[in-house]
């Protein structure tokens, strides 16, 4: 669930780039990257952590140019700890093409092998972006003929990036001395938007991720790019674009609209906010006919993206809506952090509980979803500190049950709370009192019903159900080794870096 940005503009890139990636930055805060493009020279800068920290007053003023594109990281495939996976990625053969990526190829190892041995290209690293970079640098050459390109002969190699690559992509890329290229996996997986800004000297583009970053650089939202499709501005601001997948189909990533997304944001014409309300409506529709049992004092969010389903359902069950943990602004997102134990240390950090709306009550915390329960837990714990009478639980989004493979850090079914366990057993383990799952049918329709039209979504870590079609359960058990696999090794340093902190302290 990276965050990608490209433009194309009439006056400096750099500080519309900059602050496009601070509006994107809880898409990933792992790495940062930007390059600018000046006729046919590429001016890079990028490195691990925030876009704030990475990017220094002496970065901006070597970032020249009017066209760039940027990037925030979350990790997925590859190395999380690793500065040479930051994106963007840059290749110089046939032309010079950098490259940013959100989402993951599912195909990855495969196009590796078939880079080294058949398009005789080499990649670096272990990211699946700097395969999908050589994959549409081999399909660029494979279509040139005469050393020159146009929009036509680009289109023709996404239409081989797409029969190629398989799993989620969106995509921003500058070609040095030519111009912008954006396009969209077939499925319409991971999200992109473009718009339109005046300027005295002509139209400018924004490319996104999400629509925020549009509204607040002053840019119109025109429109989602769809699924196959690609678009492409030359360096003067000429747009073209093309549908270049025969059989592209819409089915965006519903954990955008629980978590991922902020709400301000309007994703392939959904508001995402919206969307939200429009869960707590259906938890308390379930509540009032299943559960009316329930004495809920008070209903409290778990900030900040349960917070407009905990409204809705305050609101539709005529009980106290009430803020009870205070955030720290400062302290990252623990579902991007790697290692259980980093991200239980800062849940504590990141809360903190409000001991008068919690003393003596019967109180119905709302979360947009439960996927590993460290954080759920230590909040539970925190409402019982703070003296809560019983502890009701209610998750916007289903039990996340299966592994994502499309770009979201939830690869294990080990890793998973809900893995071979029920409700009550879930219930448990959180130490709650009561504990309630959205419906997989509820979660679709609090969705589709804000754009009827949109009627498929990617739903497999509720259902298993992978709509690429090419994730077997050998596939599976593989992603499942290397993750356990690459867990050990993280685990190692981390013991090693703790014994030589002790012996210096000593």
């Not at 004495?295 to 900030?303: E, M, Q, T, W």
């Not at 690459?486 to 210096?504: A, E, G, M, R, Y």
Request: charged residues 20%; contains cysteine.
């Amino acid at each position: 669930m990276c965050g990608i940005l490209g433009i194309v503009a009439k006056s400096p890139a750099n500080q519309l780039l900059y602050d496009g990636l601070l509006m994107l930055q809880h898409r990933g805060q792992d790495a940062s990257g930007i390059v600018t493009a000046q006729g046919n020279t590429f001016h890079m800068h990028k490195g691990l952590g925030l876009v704030r920290d990475v990017f220094r007053t002496r970065n901006m003023r070597a970032l020249a140019g009017n066209i760039g594109i940027g990037h925030v990281r979350y990790p997925t495939a590859g190395s999380a700890n690793s500065s040479a996976e930051a994106q963007p990625f840059y290749v110089n053969s046939p032309f010079g093409i950098v490259l940013s990526h959100n989402g993951n190829l599912t195909n990855a190892e495969q196009l590796n092998q078939e880079l080294f041995r058949t398009d005789l290209r080499h990649v670096n690293t272990n990211s699946d972006s700097e395969v999908l970079l050589n994959v549409l640098a081999h399909e660029l050459q494979e279509s040139t003929r005469n050393g020159q390109l146009d929009p036509a002969t680009i289109f023709t190699a996404v239409a081989g990036v797409h029969k190629r690559c398989k799993g989620a992509y969106a995509v921003v890329a500058m070609i040095a001395g030519y111009g912008l290229l954006a396009f969209r996996d077939p499925f319409g997986i991971r999200p992109l938007v473009f718009g339109t800004a005046e300027s005295e000297l002509g139209d400018e583009y924004l490319i996104a991720s999400e629509s925020v970053a549009l509204d607040t650089l002053g840019f119109k939202l025109i429109r989602d790019i769809q699924p196959g499709e690609a678009i492409f501005i030359d360096e003067d601001g000429n747009f073209y674009n093309k549908q270049c997948a025969p059989d592209a189909s819409l089915n965006p990533c519903i954990f955008e609209y629980v978590y991922l997304a902020r709400p301000d944001s309007v994703i392939d014409g959904i508001s995402v906010y919206e969307t939200r309300l429009n869960m707590g409506e259906h938890l308390a529709e379930k509540i009032r006919s299943t559960m009316h049992h329930l004495d809920i004092d008070v209903v409290i969010p778990i900030p900040d993206s349960s917070r407009p389903s905990a409204l809705q359902l305050a609101n539709s069950l005529g009980i106290d809506f009430r803020e009870g943990f205070v955030k720290n602004r400062y302290v990252g997102r623990t579902f991007i952090m790697p290692g259980q134990q980093q991200r239980r240390k800062s849940v504590r950090q990141k809360l903190n509980a409000m001991g008068i709306e919690f003393r003596g009550k019967n109180v119905m915390l709302v979360d947009d979803s439960i996927v590993r329960g460290t954080t759920s837990r230590e909040i539970v714990q925190m409402a019982r500190e703070a003296g809560a009478n019983k502890i009701y639980f209610a998750s916007a989004a289903p039990p996340v049950r299966y592994p994502n493979v499309y770009g979201i850090d939830m690869p294990t079914r080990q890793e998973l709370i809900a893995t071979d366990r029920t409700t009550e057993e879930i219930c448990n383990e959180i130490g709650a009192d009561y504990l309630i799952f959205q419906d997989l049918d509820a979660l679709n329709h609090a969705v589709s019903k804000v754009l009827p039209a949109v009627k498929s979504f990617e739903t497999s870590c509720f259902n298993g159900n992978y709509i690429t079609g090419d994730i077997t359960s050998e596939y599976l058990q593989t992603l499942e080794s290397q993750r356990n696999s690459n867990h050990s090794i993280l685990q190692t340093k981390l013991n090693t870096q703790l014994d030589l902190s002790l012996v210096f302290s000593e």
